[in-house]
């Protein structure tokens, strides 16, 4: 079965870039997305089809996927910004979720 | 701006079956996926299913001998029926609105999530 493998955790220091990973055989080869969820809320989409920000997401926030890497930018990290970061593709009809990522702005 | 929101017990007894609905306001259910993820406390997100408008599923390989979807496009609705249930199945259960396009899905909307406790 198909799997997706992020980082556990990633810190960041305020204004600084971040970057999360999610890494999946051929990923670059279908799209992925990323999901934002902080403590006790929903996930919000940040990121679709690699690198599109849906309506609402600020500019800081950026995609890219290549090879077996796909990868979320943060661009002037905020501390809003920390929270758990999970990456999803689709392979075979079936949604696969990574197994998430805790960001850390300290 | 569509609102999806879960409802159902909070409390199911081991080798009970959970059921769960989705309500899904301020949009029509036609023309999209509708999905159901999960997440134990503490740990990541798990994709349990999606039905189309139409009543076409797909299931999670780890969960599909367990989990039936349904749709009731007459009450703008969706279902989750999980057999068996152990403590395992204990998590927050959310519905989410899928979008396809292409060879892909993403969850552009989701419900505020409720947690189902597995206890006798």
């Known amino acids: 079965s198909y799997e997706l493998t992020q980082p556990p955790s990633v810190s960041v220091s305020p204004g600084q870039t971040a970057s999360i990973t999610c890494s999946g055989d051929k990923l670059g080869d279908k799209y992925a997305c990323w999901y934002q969820q902080k403590p006790g809320q929903s996930p919000v989409l940040v990121i679709y089809q690699d690198y599109k920000r849906p309506s609402g997401i600020p500019e800081r926030f950026s995609g890219s996927n290549s090879g077996n890497t796909a990868t979320l930018t943060i661009s002037g990290t905020q501390a809003m910004d920390e929270a758990d970061y999970y990456c999803?593709?689709?392979?075979?009809?079936?949604?696969?979720f990574g197994g998430g990522t805790k960001l850390t702005v300290l | 701006q569509v609102q999806l929101q879960e409802s159902g017990p909070g409390l199911v007894k081991p080798s009970e079956t959970l059921s769960l609905t989705c309500t899904v306001s301020?949009?029509?259910?036609?023309?999209?996926?509708w999905s159901w993820v999960r997440q134990p406390p503490g740990k990541g997100l798990e994709w349990i299913g999606y039905?189309?408008?139409?009543?076409?599923?797909n299931y999670n390989p780890s969960l599909k001998s367990r989990v039936t979807i349904s749709v009731d496009t007459s009450k703008n609705q969706f279902s989750l029926n999980v057999t068996s249930v152990t403590a395992a199945d204990t998590a927050v259960y959310y519905c989410?609105?899928?979008?396809?396009?292409?060879?892909?899905?993403?969850?552009?909307?989701w419900g505020q999530g409720t947690l189902v406790t597995v206890s006798s």
């Open positions: 301020g949009g029509s259910i036609s023309s999209f996926y």
């Open positions: 039905i189309y408008y139409s009543g076409t599923t």
């Open positions: 989410a609105r899928n979008q396809e396009v292409g060879p892909t899905h993403y969850s552009d909307s």
């Open positions: 999803q593709a689709w392979d075979s009809s079936i949604v696969i």
